[in-house]
């Protein structure tokens, strides 16, 4: 084996091993596969069966992630959480140590050496490793925008990889920090609180407020309480309550696909998700871990919705404890960056019952009325409460018609609306969600059937449930 080789890969070694605040960028899959990798190839003796092996996990896994090296690296760059990109999201560039920034500028050095180990270079290196008469083959993909990457990461990536000295990109660097944050919530939109952790949600709900139609009035008071909170101004918590099936969940969630419809320019950079805003789900189970989690997204760079769905409590329940605490707050200070947006069939979320309310017995608590007025009352502790009411006749085929033109459906109208209406009286009645299910099952239909299949359409939707 070329002695130059072996001297490159002992290099590249020491350089992983010298890492100062940035060694968790290599302890992915694929960074430890990399490294595998070199340890296989760097004796001039090396195993060529061992050596190929170590190639076949480090193709297998860049396939896995669908990305090349050198984008890996600088994802994994982007989304370390060390003291650098904690300290850059609280704190001014200038008024960083001196010593943060020069270990900062030691490590870019470094993974600017691993950059340029390019999976080229690797399948060039492990042919003469392996006396193959041609190299492995390569892991490339053609540069284009990858999945799930907002706008600002992108930016970042190309600048990256544009610049030849990347220590002189540490100022840029702490700036993106301090937009976009670290760790899962510089990777994902949305997540969920599980078991004392956050979890990311790799394909959170793609849907967008255009596909929503009706409760117009709602819809605009809760772009501007969330554009509230993107700005840095106090926004409110949230009680969306109203009928089933009237998009209240999908209102909410909608919001991480939506343009500041408030600017005029509705760019890809000023997508909402983009500007920092995160979906945390949070259910009713674990709920009681309310302010716990509050507290752990408050220093965090990032705007978050806490998202609780489908809200009622029990009597003496610990989850009705936590939201009061979050929504009255305590002694510790709101958190700015944060809100609750809850959705409810009920307007009081407490259960009553007629044996609650007061009457002169033995043994009564002397002011019941005034506890069950703060039951009553709990909902009040929202600052912006929304009200859905039951879809009308003539909403709900608004709603169709809507659905009907995004999907394509080439049907008349008067049948469009006939098949509605014939779909609301046998299934789920009129709203939204009957809406968008008849839609989904016409668009079907008919690629499957065809319009004018005589067992299609019309004889099925009117078909006897039994």
């Not at 100062?20 to 596969?33: H, R």
């Amino acid at each position: 084996m070329d002695s130059q080789i072996i001297t490159k890969v002992q290099f590249l070694q020491r350089q992983a091993a010298s890492l100062l605040l940035y060694q968790s960028v290599l302890t992915g899959q694929t960074g430890i596969a990399f490294l595998e990798m070199l340890q296989a190839i760097r004796y001039k003796d090396a195993d060529a069966r061992g050596c190929l092996q170590a190639y076949g996990n480090y193709f297998k896994s860049l396939a896995s992630e669908n990305l090349n090296w050198e984008e890996y690296l600088i994802l994994q760059m982007l989304r370390d959480d060390n003291p650098f990109s904690r300290a850059a999201q609280k704190h001014d560039f200038a008024s960083l140590p001196a010593s943060l920034i020069a270990a900062t500028q030691h490590d870019l050095q470094i993974l600017r050496s691993l950059y340029e180990c390019s999976s080229a270079l690797l399948s060039e290196w492990m042919q003469c490793v392996a006396n193959l008469p041609v190299s492995p083959v390569l892991w490339y993909m053609e540069t284009t925008e990858i999945e799930n990457i907002g706008f600002p990461q992108q930016q970042y990536i190309q600048s990256l990889q544009q610049s030849e000295d990347w220590t002189d990109v540490v100022e840029d660097l702490a700036t993106y920090y301090r937009q976009c944050g670290t760790g899962l919530f510089a990777e994902y939109k949305a997540l969920r609180w599980h078991s004392g952790e956050f979890i990311g949600i790799p394909h959170p709900d793609p849907i967008k407020l255009d596909e929503l139609v009706g409760y117009e009035s709602q819809k605009e008071a809760l772009l501007k309480n969330t554009e509230f909170l993107l700005s840095g101004y106090n926004a409110q918590n949230v009680l969306l309550y109203g009928s089933r099936g009237t998009g209240k969940s999908s209102l909410v969630k909608a919001l991480l696909n939506e343009h500041n419809k408030f600017k005029q320019d509705n760019s890809q950079q000023d997508n909402f998700a983009n500007r920092g805003l995160r979906l945390i789900e949070v259910v009713k189970s674990e709920l009681k871990e309310l302010p716990l989690i509050v507290e752990k997204l408050r220093e965090a760079s990032q705007k978050f919705i806490i998202f609780v769905d489908d809200l009622s409590f029990e009597e003496d329940d610990d989850a009705f404890k936590a939201l009061k605490v979050v929504l009255e707050g305590t002694l510790t200070s709101r958190s700015p960056n944060v809100v609750v947006y809850a959705t409810s069939n009920r307007r009081h979320l407490i259960r009553e019952f007629f044996a609650d309310r007061p009457t002169p017995r033995d043994n009564d608590e002397v002011h019941a009325w005034d506890t069950m007025q703060e039951k009553l009352s709990f909902s009040d502790r929202f600052g912006l409460t929304l009200t859905f009411a039951p879809a009308d006749q003539s909403t709900y085929l608004e709603i169709v018609r809507h659905l009907a033109n995004q999907a394509k459906i080439a049907i008349a109208q008067k049948d469009l609306e006939f098949k509605a209406l014939q779909w609301a009286t046998r299934h789920n009645g009129r709203s939204g969600r009957a809406a968008r299910q008849f839609i989904d099952y016409l668009k079907a239909d008919i690629a499957l059937f065809g319009s004018n299949n005589p067992t299609s359409n019309t004889n099925i939707l009117l078909a006897d449930e039994n």
